[in-house]
């Protein structure tokens, strides 16, 4: 498989727009950045950045919305002219379980709107 291929790949599922703050520590420089979250996803986040990321740079990312946050190391799997989007590596239980119940208002949101809209 291709590295195209791969991130395709990488990149399927469902994604909801998402605005959260986050904070990401790149491991090679132990350095914080501050980034914006602009969508979430259950394998990844699409991520606003004061600085350019390199793709396959691992980092760990901790996203801050409302009263919880998630934690997770990560991978920059692709890039964008305005940030980057980052794969969720090994995750504790715990922030899997704040991951979904952010990504199941975003879907209930979703689904308020499309009512709204008919």
């Known amino acids: 498989m291709s590295q195209e ?5 990488e990149r399927r599922g469902l994604r909801f727009p998402f605005d959260a703050s986050a904070e990401v520590l790149l491991e090679s420089k132990h350095e914080r950045i501050s980034a914006r979250v602009t969508e979430l996803s259950f394998r990844g986040c699409c991520l606003e950045t004061s600085i350019p990321l390199k793709e396959h740079q691992r980092l760990r990312v901790k ?4 009263d919880q946050f998630f934690e997770s190391v990560a991978e920059v799997i692709y890039l964008r002219p305005d940030g980057v989007g980052v794969l969720f590596g090994n ?3 715990h922030f899997r379980n704040v991951l979904q119940g952010w990504i199941l208002r975003a879907l209930d949101s979703q ?3 499309a009512v709204e809209e008919s």
């Open 5 to 9: 291929q791969r991130t395709v790949q």
């Open 91 to 93: 995750t504790e239980a």
């Open 63 to 66: 996203i801050f919305h409302g």
């Open 111 to 113: 689904a308020e709107e």
